[in-house]
């Protein structure tokens, strides 16, 4: 019997006649598509019925943005628009916030939703979306509305093509509802996304001459490297060249192991001081798919060097901020493959051994000194429980590999910045942008998109009141993640920056009286609450044990303080009291494109 992919591939050469819904879902076959998220309603039910009909694997999520958010953490992991969304008018407007963060975050993510029919138009219909087309447009790296179903499947394969190339992002297809009762005979062909570009071997020359030449080079790498799953790739240009690697406070997380030799550790506003030092005193960064935004650069206090190469797959990052000595428009995975090749090329030559025993040593010494201040916070498990010690119990307790999905907030700083990652793990949020209660999400569709993983998400309970409802769909589609709850009862990073300012807002005070754990079992999910540091690791194993899904509420200290990553400024407008330098610190650094 023929799969769907051979069916696609049949129908380029010889379409026939079928309904657009059924050229929609044989297009998403034909590209790749492994799961549509979704949620019912209006005029989906055609394309539902495909997609049933057809193998194509699906799932509906409690709310449109939940969907949306699993998309999003299923295509971080595998690197490409590799499931698509799927929801009536009336309910996208719900994941607008979850496409916005794919463009800010550049993330692969396919939105699509079945409109009325066009006649309606203007004609006061029920659930007129008529003007949500163009709302959502602004939010996106791709948008069509179709009206006429011979424009579908080309408009499906756009969508993937373009949310999975160059800078990642979303797209957006609005598909009014002739579209999918109309007939196309339109061909169908199978995907294959182009080749990702490199860069010329003249450029490449340059780049290893430089770091030749340098005495004290770094590579600072970013989301960039994790978006394109270059992390072996990194791992062997880096032990090739004998050239210490820093990574970005977030997305750039988990790119090497913690205690690599080459590591050098988490620059940015919660990194390590080590970190930010060592990148302080380079006279070249090698500066691999990152942006240089505010958190990594600490509102751009960081103090830079005079040579800076810059590699990105977005021309428009080269040079938005700074100008580089070299501007380098190509995928990380490729250029790092290049630049490891050139670098073997080379031979022994190519760093003196000396010169690799100091970097090595300078990178152990600050590995030291992390690890030497983080036991110093973590040590005492307090009660209410000391965040950092939580954060080191998960550390002994988890297996090598977990993936660890932190919710938007001051728990997530802490775990990007002390987990203590024991291999290479992929990254899949993104925090440019990404808002309460999307951590579940996204480690549901991570888990789905790597199953063999253990799949934590690290949540605050502000977060949690956001998706908490999604542990039914956890239960339903036996999907395993554990969830552990920073529960410091109050909104964290909100509380302390307002109390260093004087600011009085009881909006920051969350209740002690909500029950999380009776909350997860109406929803057929297990779980425990925790609020004696000796029982956190008999909970995380409980929770490792457990055939289904496991919630552990850990009732944290509000009063733990998350310390600034550098030694001469406080990179974090509202941690700034008025009277630390209106001039210097509370507004931003306009001294032409880099502070001095």
């Known amino acids: 019997m023929a799969t769907p992919l051979e069916s696609a591939s049949s129908a380029a050469s010889a379409a026939r006649n079928r309904t ?14 492994e799961i549509v998220f979704g949620y019912s309603g209006g005029g989906t039910g055609n394309l539902i019925h495909e997609l049933a009909t057809t193998g194509l694997r699906n799932m509906n999520a409690r709310t449109e943005i939940a969907g949306a958010w699993m998309s999003y953490g299923y295509n971080r992991i595998r690197g490409r628009a590799a499931s698509a969304c799927l929801f009536h008018c009336v309910g996208i407007l719900h994941a607008s916030a979850v496409a916005l963060a794919a463009k800010v975050d550049s993330t692969p993510l396919v939105l699509t939703y079945v409109s009325l029919d066009s006649s309606l138009d203007l004609r006061e219909g029920l659930q007129d979306s008529t003007d949500v087309f163009p709302a959502l447009k602004p939010l996106t790296k791709y948008a069509r509305k179709l009206v006429v179903a011979d424009d579908a499947p080309l408009a499906v394969r756009q969508a993937v093509i373009q949310a999975s190339t160059g800078r990642p992002g979303p797209s957006i297809l ?14 169908v062909e199978p995907l294959t996304l182009p080749e990702p570009p490199g860069a010329s071997p003249e450029v490449i020359d340059r780049i290893l001459e430089a770091i030749r030449s340098a005495k004290r080079p770094v590579i600072l790498a970013g989301a960039g490297v994790q978006h394109a799953t270059a992390a072996a790739e ?3 240009f880096a032990e090739a060249a004998q050239v210490p690697v820093v990574c970005t406070s977030w997305g750039g997380r988990g790119l090497l192991a913690d205690n ?23 006279d070249l960064w090698i500066a691999i798919g990152t942006t240089f935004s505010q958190m990594t650069t600490g509102a751009w206090n960081l103090a830079k060097p005079a040579n800076v190469i810059h590699i990105d797959i977005d021309p428009n990052q080269l040079g938005k901020i700074f100008q580089p000595s070299l501007g380098v428009a190509a995928d990380a995975k490729t250029v790092l493959r290049q630049l490891h090749a050139g670098a073997k090329a080379r031979g022994v030559t190519f760093v003196s051994e000396q010169t690799a025993k100091t970097r090595r040593a300078q990178v152990a010494e600050g590995q030291r000194e992390w690890k030497q201040y983080l036991d110093t916070l973590s040590k005492d498990g307090g009660r209410p429980i000391n965040q950092y010690h939580l ?3 998960m550390s002994d307790t988890l297996p090598k590999g977990t993936i660890v999905v932190g919710d938007s907030g001051g728990q997530a700083y802490m775990l990007y910045r002390a987990f203590r990652y024991d291999e ?13 209660g999307a951590g579940l999400s996204i480690a549901a569709g991570a888990k789905l998109a790597a199953p063999d993983r253990t799949v934590v998400c690290y949540h605050g309970d502000g977060g949690f009141y956001y998706d908490a409802m ?14 552990i709850i920073d529960n410091n009862h109050c909104l964290y990073a909100n509380r302390q920056g307002m109390k260093l300012w004087g600011i009085q807002n009881p909006w920051v005070d969350l209740p002690e009286t909500t029950d999380f754990v009776a909350v997860a079992k109406g929803l057929g999910v297990n779980g425990e609450k925790v609020t004696n540091a000796d029982d956190i690791v008999p909970a995380i194993q409980r929770a490792l044990a457990s055939e289904g899904s496991y919630v552990i509420d850990v009732w944290t200290d ?22 630390q330098g209106v001039e210097r610190h509370m507004s931003p650094p306009l001294q032409g494109s880099w502070p001095d």
Request: include cysteine.
């Open 234 to 236: 990194l791992q062997a």
């Open 424 to 436: 290479s793990t992929p990254m899949i949020v993104g925090g440019r942008y990404q808002s309460l």
């Open 391 to 393: 954060l080191k119990k």
């Open 20 to 33: 657009g819904a059924a050229a929609i879902v044989q297009a998403m076959h034909a590209s790749n598509i």
């Open 174 to 187: 609005d598909f009014a509802f002739q579209v999918l009762i109309g007939s196309t005979s339109c061909p």
């Open 260 to 282: 690599h030799p080459l590591f050098g550790g988490v620059v940015g506003s919660f990194g390590w001081v080590a970190a930010n030092t060592l990148v302080q005193e380079a």
């Open 558 to 579: 509000p009063e733990t303080r998350i310390k600034r990553a550098f030694r001469d400024v406080i990179p974090i407008l509202t941690d700034r009291k008025p009277e």
């Open 470 to 483: 999604e542990l039914s769909t956890l239960a339903e589609q036996k999907i395993k993640v554990i969830v």
